[in-house]
């Protein structure tokens, strides 16, 4: 037997997965995730550290348009290594001291998990040790009410994540459960979907020849004109 150290390997999970239970402390009490949020769409995002400058400014924007997707159906729940109390003493320097793209008095109010242990990173591959053996590379997880993830998008820690795209791939996530159709590159609410692909040579015949209410650039490529009205309406609560 050699003296090599083991080494325990979890598997990150992928689109279709259910998401990983936890439980966890978090600035807003403890949180068992995601049986909690069954019924909603949820976001899990970490993030690398408390007190540094990129990090700040994702907070600043996540709870300054935390309301926007909580329209969209949307909780948030973002996650650090970092401990309880740092968190909570991040958050109020975050809404007494900092003025950022005219934003102040910011007000982070939805959970911070505390994970000094790192347990959760692990548990959903937010520790890549390219990066960081000791912080979280900022990960996000959309999950659906169901509790399946349906997107990941990961961000190196130099990198600032883009929140119009954040927002874009939720809604167009929605929009393709809704309606039953795909999202082409750039898509924005109002912009044509792509009609799922003909499963027959008759269906297709009939789209090639104007048949039905589509626009087809070829038998396999068949968009059709969604309004912005119907598309908002379907996925954005009243």
């Known amino acids: ?20 239970s936890f439980t966890a402390v978090t600035t807003q009490g403890d949180i068992r995730f995601p049986e909690q949020y069954a019924g909603d769409w949820v976001i899990l995002f970490s993030h690398p ?6 990090c700040t400014s994702e907070f600043m924007i996540f709870a300054a348009r935390e309301e926007q997707f909580e329209k969209a159906g949307c909780k948030l729940v973002g996650l650090s ?37 790192m347990n959760v990173a692990r548990l959903y591959g937010m520790i890549q040790p390219q990066e960081s053996a000791t912080k979280a590379v900022r990960a996000v997880f959309f999950i659906d009410p169901k509790g399946i993830i349906r997107a990941i998008i990961y961000y190196p820690l130099s990198l600032g994540r883009n929140f119009d795209e954040l927002y874009r791939v939720l809604i167009a996530l929605k929009t393709a459960d809704a309606f039953s159709v795909a999202t082409p590159a750039d898509w924005q609410p109002g912009d044509d979907v792509i009609v799922p692909p003909a499963g027959s040579c008759g269906v297709a015949q009939d789209r090639m020849e104007g048949k039905e209410d589509m626009t087809c650039h070829d038998w396999f490529f068949c968009t059709k004109k969604i309004d912005a009205d119907a598309v908002l309406g379907a996925v954005i609560k009243k």
């Not at 037997?1 to 990983?20: F, H, L, Q, Y």
């Not at 550290?49 to 990129?54: C, K, L, R």
């Open 81 to 117: 290594v970092d401990g309880l109390y740092s968190h909570i003493a991040w958050l109020r320097t975050i809404k007494e001291k900092i003025d950022y793209k005219g934003m102040k008095n910011i007000e982070v109010k939805f959970p911070l998990i505390e994970d000094i242990t």
């Open 49 to 54: 550290a408390d007190f540094t400058p990129v």
């Open 1 to 20: 037997m050699d003296n090599a150290t083991e080494t325990t390997v979890t598997a990150m999970p992928r689109i279709g997965d259910k998401a990983p």
